[in-house]
């Protein structure tokens, strides 16, 4: 009896998407930024490309500023 080839799955673009939808720009400080709700954490990327990215100010930006994060 033959066994059933198993389907190969591209996971490496899974990653790429997540990136797309969570990665957005700061115009403030020139950054890239991306918010981890699961461990709250922040990180900024300072050489990462800004193309296609959303614009939205960063959470230490906004404390700058005096505005209150959500």
Request: with cysteine.
């Amino acid at each position: 009896m033959k066994r059933v080839p198993r389907i190969k799955r591209n996971r490496k673009s899974y990653d790429g998407k997540r990136a797309d939808n969570n990665i957005k720009y700061c115009e403030n400080c020139n950054k890239c930024w991306e918010y981890n709700g699961n461990i709250k954490s922040l990180a900024h990327y300072e050489d990462f490309p800004t193309y296609k990215r959303k614009r939205e100010t960063c959470i230490i930006c906004l404390k700058r500023q005096g505005a209150h994060a959500r």
